[in-house]
């Protein structure tokens, strides 16, 4: 059974950081692109980072720079350092694992957690 756990939402005052993490199990986890989303009220899910199989790393402009992706293939896990907060980063945050093989593409996403970013 695959499972996708988020960790490290909550409240952050504007300017501040946050750290998520997603704690992967049941994939072949240094094979897949980890990818963070990000969906706020009223808008579509936008990809925000993602890292490949190789680490090689992209972000949507609105968070590069502030924003740092990072994974652990060792522990499974994929990692979100955000930092100089904003409160347009205010949104459920998804984590994403996929693969593209002679099968098809194969994907699975987290539950959710929620960064508020707000005085």
């Known amino acids: 059974q695959v499972q996708l756990v988020e960790s490290g939402g909550g409240l952050v005052q504007p300017g501040g950081s946050l750290r998520l993490s997603c704690a992967a199990s049941?994939?072949?986890?240094?094979?897949?692109?980890m990818g963070w989303y990000r969906q706020a009220p009223g808008k579509q899910r936008e990809l925000v980072a993602a890292?490949?199989?190789?680490?090689?790393?992209n972000y949507v402009d609105s968070v590069a720079g502030r924003f740092t992706i990072s994974r652990d293939n060792a522990k499974m896990t994929v990692y979100l350092q955000m930092n100089s907060l904003k409160s347009e980063d205010t949104a459920v945050y998804y984590c994403?694992?996929?693969?593209?093989?002679?099968?098809?593409?194969?994907?699975?996403w987290g539950q959710g957690t929620q960064v508020t970013v707000s005085s």
């Open positions: 994403n694992a996929k693969v593209k093989n002679s099968f098809g593409v194969r994907e699975y």
């Open positions: 049941g994939i072949l986890f240094r094979l897949y692109t």
């Open positions: 890292i490949t199989s190789d680490s090689s790393t």
